[in-house]
């Protein structure tokens, strides 16, 4: 017997619209192809909730070409599902898979003589050399090279490949502030990645890539692009600076659309404390609505009382607090019948809220709203071909 429910009978459901992905990732090559750079479709955190290996897939038919992750299981996850782009995996710990990645083709980053010395043995044991790309700490401070070690680094990279246990093809960084426009970090670190590049390159560095732009910089700033930009959040239509640019400003449409069948429909009396603390009490008689998602679903907890949903034709507010399976809406004087659709946000053609709105309700930002949708919610994939 099948444990996944029909989509028109599940409790609810993350709609994934691939062609407005294909359409997303058309857009950000054609303002990027002027310079001449690739888009490369990150598709880390099962991409960013999307579902990783058909939102892969859809980026690759659009023209991305190459793939991001951050964990090697993911990459491999990815090669074990039939994808062969090229595909970067960046955030690695000791002991992690080098083998495995060097076996799958997969380009490893390193960012430290650690991580040098893991993959080198690990390409002895392969009988191989690891595609490697060396990564910069321009002045994010998290993973990469800082400028004082990179010398180091790149000499001993380059001592690796002559040997045959490596072949260096990638130099890149990351951005702090890239979704703050006119920050002075951009140009700093902008100054320091030409000026780490150039060391590595006079060393002898032959990079297949050279990159540094993430989503808000691909929108922002072209004098990031190089060889390669790495389009994260904005390839799922979510704007990275909505303060600059709503998704439409940008040229893309959002990807997700979450919603889930009403559970339960009651009227109730005037003074009925709902949900979990009564932070909320009914001040009137009205018709109340359960919805069967909370916080275990990826709806944040801290959007209780805040959280706008659009259902029987209006966009309602999540009255008290969020539970782990459920939530309640105050619907007023209207009703609905159980079943009835809520959607919690999407595109917004609709009237729908957006990932935006649920971001700002919670006090976060989209990209976690919908990265932390949970696997509990089915994917229902439309838009696979081209009509």
Same mark, same amino acid.
Do not use: N, Q
């Given at each position: 017997m099948s444990t996944t429910p029909h989509p028109g009978t599940a409790r609810a459901s993350a709609e994934i619209d691939l062609a407005a992905l294909r359409a997303n990732v058309r857009a950000?090559?054609?303002?990027?192809?002027p310079g001449g750079a690739q888009v490369m479709g990150v598709v880390k955190?099962?991409?960013?909730?999307?579902?990783?290996?058909?939102?892969?897939?859809?980026?690759?038919?659009?023209?991305?070409?190459?793939?991001?992750?951050?964990?090697?299981?993911?990459?491999?996850?990815?090669?074990?599902?039939?994808?062969?782009a090229p595909l970067l995996c960046w955030?690695?710990?000791?002991?992690?898979?080098?083998?495995?990645?060097?076996?799958?083709?997969?380009?490893v980053t390193v960012s430290g003589l650690w991580a040098l010395d893991e993959v080198t043995e690990a390409a002895r044991a392969a009988g191989r050399p690891a595609r490697v790309q060396l990564k910069a700490d321009t002045g994010l401070g998290r993973n990469g090279c800082l400028p004082a070690d990179w010398p180091r680094l790149v000499s001993e990279a380059l001592t690796a490949q002559a040997e045959g246990l490596v072949r260096v093809t990638g130099l890149w960084s990351h951005f702090a502030c890239a979704d703050e426009p006119g920050h002075p970090s951009i140009a700093e670190q902008l100054a320091r990645f030409q000026?780490?590049?150039e060391h590595a390159e006079k060393a002898?560095?032959?990079?297949? $890539?050279?990159?540094m732009a993430n989503s808000p910089a691909t929108l922002t700033l072209p004098g990031s692009?190089?060889?390669?930009?790495?389009?994260?959040?904005?390839?799922?239509?979510i704007s990275p600076s909505p303060e600059l640019g709503t998704p439409a400003d940008y040229g893309l449409r959002p990807v997700m659309r979450?919603?889930?069948? $009403?559970?339960? $429909?009651?009227q109730a009396p005037a003074g009925l404390g709902i949900s979990y603390g009564h932070h909320y009490v009914t001040d009137r008689e009205t018709n109340l609505a359960l919805v069967p998602v909370g916080y275990a679903d990826g709806v944040p907890r801290q959007a209780s009382g805040r959280g706008p949903v659009l259902l029987g034709g209006a966009v309602r507010t999540v009255a008290g607090r969020i539970a782990m399976d459920q939530f309640v809406l105050d619907l007023g004087a209207d009703t609905v019948d159980p079943g009835a659709r809520a959607v919690l946000f999407g595109?917004?053609?609709?009237?729908?809220?957006?990932?935006?709105?649920?971001?700002?309700?919670?006090?976060?930002i989209a990209y976690e709203i919908v990265t932390r949708i949970g696997q509990r919610v089915p994917r229902v994939y439309v838009g696979e071909t081209d009509a």
């Open positions: 950000l090559r054609a303002r990027v192809a955190a099962d991409a960013y909730g999307h579902g990783a290996v058909p939102c892969a897939r859809a980026a690759l038919e659009a023209g991305a070409t190459w793939l991001g992750t951050a964990t090697p299981y993911e990459a491999l996850a990815l090669r074990a599902a039939g994808i062969d955030l690695w710990t000791p002991g992690g898979p080098w083998r495995a990645a060097i076996d799958a083709d997969v380009d000026d780490m590049l002898g560095v032959r990079p297949e $890539v050279r990159h692009y190089f060889d390669l930009v790495r389009a994260g959040v904005a390839m799922y239509g979450l919603s889930a069948r $009403v559970a339960s $429909v009651k595109p917004g053609d609709d009237g729908e809220p957006t990932a935006e709105d649920w971001a700002r309700a919670a006090g976060t």
